[in-house]
């Protein structure tokens, strides 16, 4: 999941780097989005091979307690949050957006040490055994696929009887997929694919 929401969330920062002409929308063939989405696949695999090997003979930099783990994911999380906006933002960079992101960096940092520095567990057991966590992972699969599919049509029949068809009327309208995302980049003055 660390892996899908953070692509999710940055997919849109190559779009953003060549509007700011910090490199060619096409090199060597592909668009910017294509070796994004080529490096975050590298990203997936290696995070899959690694994870596989982990449940079968413990990787030393995965800490030893639950406490350990939940801290190292928030952690990476939140840093390739921080780093990515910083980066989304390197495109039209100003003087105002310097404070905005000085701001969310010095915030990562404030969480980073309350994190690490609040007290933890009182007692740390490691233990020597390596759990079999398949049938976890199976049950999370299965609930969290089924979780998620029934948030995402609930909220979608939601909006769709209040709102139809047509614009709500305030916010933005943000389209990640379909011809619908094209449109609104070539709108913001994006070339077109």
């Avoid at 490096?39 to 997936?44: K, M, N, P, R, S």
């Avoid at 003979?57 to 783990?69: D, Q």
């Avoid at 906006?85 to 000085?102: D, H, P, V």
């Avoid at 055994?129 to 029934?150: E, Q």
């Amino acid at each position: 999941m660390l892996i899908v929401i953070t692509y999710l969330n940055l997919q849109a920062n190559p779009v953003d780097w060549y509007k700011g002409k910090l490199m060619n929308h096409v090199t060597f063939h592909l668009k910017v989005e294509d070796w994004f989405a080529i490096g975050y696949l590298g990203i997936a695999i290696a995070s899959f091979v690694l994870l596989r090997r982990h449940l079968r003979n413990p990787l030393p930099i995965v800490p030893p307690t639950w406490l350990g783990k939940g801290q190292l994911i928030y952690l990476m999380f939140l840093w390739i949050m921080v780093i990515g906006n910083f980066g989304k933002s390197l495109g039209g960079f100003s003087s105002g957006r310097l404070i905005t992101e000085y701001v969310i960096f010095w915030n990562g940092i404030f969480a980073t040490l309350l994190v690490l520095l609040t007290p933890g567990e009182l007692k740390t057991t490691i233990s020597r055994t390596i759990a079999d966590f398949t049938p976890l992972i199976r049950k999370s699969l299965v609930c969290g696929s089924a979780g998620a599919a029934i948030m995402v049509l609930t909220y979608w029949g939601t909006i769709r009887t209040i709102y139809g068809d047509h614009w709500s009327g305030f916010g933005g309208q943000h389209y990640r997929f379909g011809p619908r995302a094209n449109e609104i980049k070539m709108k913001k003055g994006a070339p077109h694919p």
